[in-house]
C-alpha cells in the first residue's frame, strides 16, 4: 500500500466536468502514514445551485456567492498537493474536475492516484452497496457524508481499513495508478456574448442564475440559445 498521499473529495454543481463547476474542496495529507495537514474551501461556481444539490450536500448559495473563484483557489491546492498521489473514492470523477480547472488555467496537471471504490468493488463484492457512506458504515468509520473535507477524511480511513485486510496480496489497486482525462480549455465569454445576455435578461424581465462575468464562450453560447429558444428573438 501507498505510505505518502493525498485523500481528496470535491463536491461540484453535477456530474459532467466539461459544464459542472466544482463546489467544494476537501483534501488530507498523508506522509508515511500519519495525517500531517488538510485543505478545505467552498468554490463560488458562478451559478446558483440546484436544489436537490443543495439539499444534498447542505452548501447554500449564500455560502457559495463569497467564495473565492477557482482560479484564486487552484494555486494554493497545487502547492498543498506538491507531487503526491492522490487518493479517492472513485477518484477519476474528482481528478477530472481538477483537470478541467487547471486546463482552463493554462496549468498542466497530472496525477497518479487509488480509487477506494475499484478495491471495494473487486474485494467487497458481496455487499449491498460501495459507496462511501454505506462502506463506512460497514467498517464503523464515522462519516459525515456529501461534504468535501469529510469525505476525504473518510477516505483515507477506509483506505487504510482495505489496506489492513487485503492490502496484503500485492494486489496493484493499492498502488497509484495515472489518471487520464481529455479535456479541451474554455475560454472566456466575448464582451458581445455578455452583453446580449445582460440584453435578453433585462429584455425577458428574467433571472439568469450565473454569475455572467464568469462564463466561458461556450456556456454563454449555450444559454443564448436557450433563452432565444423559449422567447424567441
Same mark, same amino acid.
Given at each position: 500500500m501507498m505510505h505518502s498521499y @493525498? #485523500? @481528496? $473529495?470535491?463536491?461540484?454543481?453535477?456530474l459532467n466536468p466539461r459544464w459542472d463547476k466544482i463546489t467544494e474542496i476537501g483534501a488530507v495529507k498523508v506522509i508515511d502514514g500519519t495525517v500531517t495537514g488538510t485543505f478545505s474551501t467552498l468554490v463560488n461556481p458562478g451559478r446558483k445551485l440546484d436544489p436537490e444539490i443543495a439539499a444534498l450536500t447542505g452548501i447554500r448559495d449564500e455560502e457559495l456567492k463569497t467564495a473565492p473563484v477557482i482560479g484564486q483557489i487552484l494555486p494554493d491546492l497545487l502547492e498543498f498537493l506538491a507531487d503526491l498521489p492522490l487518493l479517492g473514492h472513485s477518484v477519476l470523477f474528482d481528478f477530472s474536475f481538477l483537470k478541467k480547472a487547471a486546463v482552463d488555467q493554462r496549468i498542466e496537471f497530472r496525477k497518479q492516484a487509488v480509487d477506494t471504490l475499484r478495491i471495494a468493488r473487486k474485494y467487497l463484492s458481496q455487499l449491498e452497496h460501495r459507496n462511501l457512506d454505506f462502506l463506512c458504515a460497514y467498517y464503523g468509520i464515522p462519516h459525515q457524508a456529501h461534504r468535501a473535507l469529510e469525505d476525504a477524511v473518510a477516505t483515507q480511513a477506509l483506505y487504510r481499513r482495505l489496506a489492513e485486510q487485503f492490502g496484503e496480496t500485492g494486489d496493484s489497486l493499492f498502488e497509484p495508478v495515472e489518471q487520464v482525462f481529455r479535456v479541451k480549455r474554455d475560454t472566456p465569454a466575448t464582451r458581445f456574448q455578455k452583453d446580449k445576455l445582460y440584453l435578453l435578461a433585462r429584455r425577458h424581465k428574467i433571472e439568469l442564475g450565473v454569475d455572467v462575468e464568469q462564463l466561458s464562450r461556450s456556456e454563454a #453560447?449555450?444559454?443564448? $440559445?436557450k433563452i432565444l429558444a423559449r422567447f424567441g428573438r
Open positions: @493525498i #485523500s @481528496i $473529495d470535491l463536491e461540484t454543481t453535477g #453560447s449555450r444559454m443564448t $440559445d
